[in-house]
T-cell receptor, first 118, second 112 residues
Framework: DADVTQTPRNRITKTGKRIMLECSQT?????MYWYRQDPGLGLRLIYYSFDVKDINKGEISDGYSVSRQAQAKFSLSLESAIPNQTALYFC?????????????????FGPGTRLTVL | QQQVKQSPQSLIVQKGGISIINCAYE??????FPWYQQFPGKGPALLIA?????SEKKEGRFTISFNKSAKQFSLHIMDSQPGDSATYFCAARGGSNYKLTFGKGTLLTVNP
């Protein structure tokens, strides 16, 4: 979805390096999420944010940190990358405000960042 | 503990056939069950979704069947086409925090 962008799209780094993945959205959504996708494991939630002042851990937050710099920006950091963090990372957004948010939670995903840690 | 179990892991169907993917859940607090479709190199996108107060929802060739007592739901793709070849994820939403729990995915290949 062009309304959710992720940078970089591909990144190769070395063990121990600090890495930041960035996500921006123009949808005006309040909620943002970071997922990790591994073959055979599906999508696993790393962190999610309900608004700029609300950050929550997901099921696999160890080794990761996030920052919600503005409503439209949500970045994921790997403080000291390790090989088992090699994966496809997705940012997603959802709107829980207004009529569209009542009882509904479609998540809109970005195109993904393929991260390789050597 | 995996809260949403999806099967099969992969599926090969001939063009025109019916593709069926199954999911089972454990948490009775789940209140919304979407299916997402992911093409290679793309992020997942919502395909179809259902609430537990209905047993079936149909959108074109795609149908969700929902069995609340068995805590199971399935995606049926009628008249499967090569363009349907993708990875499909079922998911379940847990209450007011709107978090989605995803199944592990099914890679569907539709042969021409």
């Amino acid at each position: 979805d062009a309304d959710v962008t992720q940078t970089p799209r591909n990144r190769i780094t070395k063990t121990g390096k600090r890495i930041m993945l960035e996500c921006s959205q123009t949808k005006g959504h309040d909620r943002m999420y970071w997922y990790r996708q591994d073959p055979g494991l599906g999508l696993r939630l790393i962190y999610y944010s309900f608004d700029v002042k609300d950050i929550n851990k997901g099921e696999i937050s160890d080794g990761y940190s996030v920052s919600r710099q503005a409503q439209a920006k949500f970045s994921l950091s790997l403080e000291s990358a390790i090989p088992n963090q090699t994966a496809l990372y997705f940012c997603a957004t959802s709107d829980t405000t207004g009529l569209a948010g009542v009882g509904h939670n479609e998540q809109f995903f970005g195109p993904g960042t393929r991260l390789t840690v050597l | 503990q995996q809260q949403v179990k999806q099967s099969p892991q992969s599926l090969i169907v001939q063009k025109g056939g019916i593709s069926i993917i199954n999911c089972a859940y454990e948490n009775t607090a789940f209140d919304y069950f979407p299916w997402y479709q992911q093409f290679p190199g793309k992020g997942p996108a919502l395909l179809i979704a259902i609430r537990p107060d209905v047993s079936e929802k149909k959108e074109g060739r795609f149908t969700i069947s929902f069995n609340k007592s068995a805590k199971q739901f399935s995606l049926h793709i009628m008249d499967s086409q090569p363009g349907d070849s993708a990875t499909y994820f079922c998911a379940a939403r847990g209450g007011s925090n709107y978090k989605l729990t995803f199944g592990k995915g099914t890679l569907l290949t539709v042969n021409p």
